[in-house]
């Protein structure tokens, strides 16, 4: 059966084993709509789909897993995360970079043309603005991007929005910063390159985390992002989904950042305050290619979404520290 019709929507959640497509994946079904999840088990882990979720191994890269997915369960819509997310890696693997992230979105975009499954929902990143010359950045930011990574997801939104002039594919793409947190005990960031992993796997080893760069032109002098809890981002692409669904207009991009900065020794201090643990950050030199600070505004999502990063730090840190020690317990 395909995704035409007036069937009741169902989702395929493509890396909806990873950890913000489960998040994305339960927020989903927690609103009523049908989820399906594709993933390869890369980086993803099949315990983070949920039981009664419908789950199906396989790359985005296999035209045959990716097209039985969307017909097999009558898939009205994708919301599409898997790919290879790790920028710095990106550098030292580019043709790996490609293959998963802008053949891959081919790939899907292919089946569901031929299905004739008509709404889709990119997850993008701020990696596509590289290193922003404003305070501020908006969808209208310049894009820059400075990595195979960034490039990637930028090219793929270049390929839904052509592919959508010629289909009337309904769409968005939503370009997050710096996801955190937990929304659920089982799940946590497995990510051996983010910064919160980083510095709980350090904590759990009895190590000192260690920032990167002291000498920044910022408050302290180490980098800021804009932090956004993973349960926020995944509320984010409920409301694009019904929006969707709807057939209400969406703007082809939207930012999901909290439209504040907070400093790497800031996030020390918050993660020693939540943890209880008391520690000095070992202080580095900085990682080659980080921008001394990228902040979002979310204006765009606010208004079309109703969206805002409503979870806060606190938040995020307590909630990523007690899904990471339920699953690395430390000494």
């Given at each position: 059966?395909?995704?035409?019709?007036a069937a009741?929507?169902?989702?395929?959640?493509?890396?909806?084993?990873?950890?913000?497509?489960s998040h994305?994946?339960?927020?989903?079904?927690?609103?009523?709509?049908?989820?399906?999840?594709?993933?390869?088990?890369?980086?993803?882990?099949?315990?983070?789909?949920?039981?009664?979720?419908?789950?199906?191994?396989?790359?985005?890269?296999?035209?045959?897993?990716?097209?039985?997915?969307?017909?097999?369960?009558?898939?009205?819509?994708?919301?599409?995360?898997?790919?290879?997310?790790?920028?710095?890696?990106?550098?030292?693997?580019?043709?790996?970079?490609?293959?998963?992230?802008?053949?891959?979105?081919?790939?899907l975009l292919?089946?569901?043309?031929?299905?004739?499954?008509?709404?889709?929902?990119?997850?993008?990143?701020?990696?596509?603005?590289?290193?922003?010359?404003?305070?501020?950045?908006?969808?209208?930011?310049?894009?820059?991007?400075?990595?195979?990574?960034?490039?990637?997801?930028?090219?793929?939104?270049?390929?839904?929005?052509?592919?959508?002039?010629?289909?009337?594919?309904?769409?968005?793409?939503?370009?997050?910063?710096?996801?955190?947190?937990?929304?659920?005990?089982?799940?946590?960031?497995?990510?051996?390159?983010?910064?919160?992993?980083?510095?709980?796997?350090?904590?759990?080893?009895?190590?000192?985390?260690?920032?990167?760069?002291?000498?920044?032109?910022?408050?302290?002098?180490?980098?800021?992002?804009?932090?956004?809890?993973?349960?926020?981002?995944?509320?984010?692409?409920?409301?694009?989904?019904?929006?969707?669904?709807?057939?209400?207009?969406?703007?082809?991009?939207?930012?999901?950042?909290?439209?504040?900065?907070?400093?790497?020794?800031?996030?020390?201090?918050?993660?020693?305050?939540?943890?209880?643990?008391?520690?000095?950050?070992?202080?580095?030199?900085?990682?080659?290619?980080?921008?001394?600070?990228?902040?979002?505004?979310?204006?765009?999502?606010?208004?079309?979404?109703?969206?805002?990063?409503?979870?806060?730090?606190?938040?995020?840190?307590?909630?990523?520290?007690?899904?990471?020690?339920?699953?690395?317990?430390?000494?």
């Amino acid at each position: 059966m395909s995704g035409s019709g007036a069937a009741a929507p169902v989702w395929l959640v493509t890396g909806g084993a990873g950890y913000i497509g489960s998040h994305v994946a339960r927020a989903l079904s927690a609103a009523g709509l049908g989820v399906v999840v594709l993933d390869d088990l890369s980086s993803g882990h099949r315990e983070f789909v949920a039981d009664g979720t419908p789950f199906v191994e396989g790359s985005v890269v296999d035209p045959g897993a990716v097209h039985d997915a969307l017909d097999e369960y009558g898939c009205t819509g994708v919301i599409h995360l898997a790919g290879f997310k790790y920028a710095g890696v990106s550098v030292e693997r580019p043709l790996h970079t490609y293959r998963q992230n802008v053949t891959g979105a081919q790939v899907l975009l292919e089946a569901m043309t031929d299905l004739h499954v008509d709404r889709l929902v990119f997850s993008s990143s701020a990696a596509v603005y590289g290193t922003p010359d404003v305070d501020l950045v908006t969808e209208d930011t310049p894009t820059t991007p400075e990595s195979p990574y960034g490039e990637s997801k930028l090219i793929t939104e270049w390929l839904v929005r052509d592919v959508a002039r010629v289909t009337g594919l309904r769409h968005t793409s939503l370009r997050y910063f710096n996801v955190v947190g937990s929304g659920s005990p089982e799940l946590y960031d497995t990510s051996p390159h983010n910064l919160f992993p980083l510095v709980m796997k350090a904590l759990t080893e009895e190590r000192t985390p260690v920032v990167r760069g002291t000498d920044y032109p910022t408050t302290d002098g180490s980098c800021v992002r804009d932090y956004v809890h993973v349960a926020d981002v995944a509320d984010a692409h409920v409301t694009a989904a019904r929006a969707l669904d709807a057939g209400r207009p969406l703007e082809p991009v939207y930012n999901l950042g909290a439209g504040t900065g907070t400093s790497v020794l800031e996030i020390m201090s918050a993660v020693a305050r939540v943890t209880g643990i008391p520690f000095e950050p070992e202080l580095a030199d900085r990682r080659p290619g980080d921008p001394a600070r990228i902040v979002a505004s979310g204006e765009l999502a606010a208004r079309d979404l109703g969206w805002a990063g409503r979870r806060s730090l606190d938040d995020a840190v307590a909630t990523a520290w007690a899904a990471w020690r339920a699953a690395v317990p430390g000494p």
